[in-house]
Nanobody, 120 residues
Framework: QVQLVESGGGLVQAGGSLRLSCVTS???????????MNWYRQAPGKQRELVAT???????NYADSVKGRFTISRDNAKITCYLQMNSLKPEDTAVYYC???????????WGQGTQVTVSS
């Protein structure tokens, strides 16, 4: 019904930057029911954690660990979400997942994830 595809991950040195993208596709009526879009990450041996959230109105929220370094944004016309990551640290190493929530059914859609590796 709705598909999410992340891109932009890779290997970067500490202090560097990456920009992740999350492109949506699928049924148009379902796409325009997406309200909140989120970025999660999961490091090896750890639980998946919420990194950043953005609503269709542009309200944002961040995990304390990334505040001031990461910026979430979205293009409502394209229903695309981005995560600009600056001043990256080795502890940011994880698989990053895009998540979108249907405002009517509250169904959550997930992408396949993109690997981010930060070397020290």
């Amino acid at each position: 019904q709705v598909q999410l595809v992340e891109s932009g991950g890779g290997l970067v040195q500490a202090g560097g930057s990456l920009r992740l993208s999350c492109v949506t596709s699928g049924r148009v009526d379902r796409l325009f029911r997406i309200n909140t879009m989120n970025w999660y990450r999961q490091a090896p041996g750890k639980q998946r954690e919420l990194v950043a959230t953005i609503t269709s109105g542009g309200s944002t929220n961040y995990a304390d660990s990334v505040k001031g370094r990461f910026t979430i944004s979205r293009d409502n016309a394209k229903i695309t979400c981005y995560l600009q990551m600056n001043s990256l640290k080795p502890e940011d190493t994880a698989v990053y997942y895009c998540n979108a929530v249907d405002m009517i059914t509250h169904q959550a859609y997930w992408g396949q994830g993109t690997q981010v590796t930060v070397s020290s």
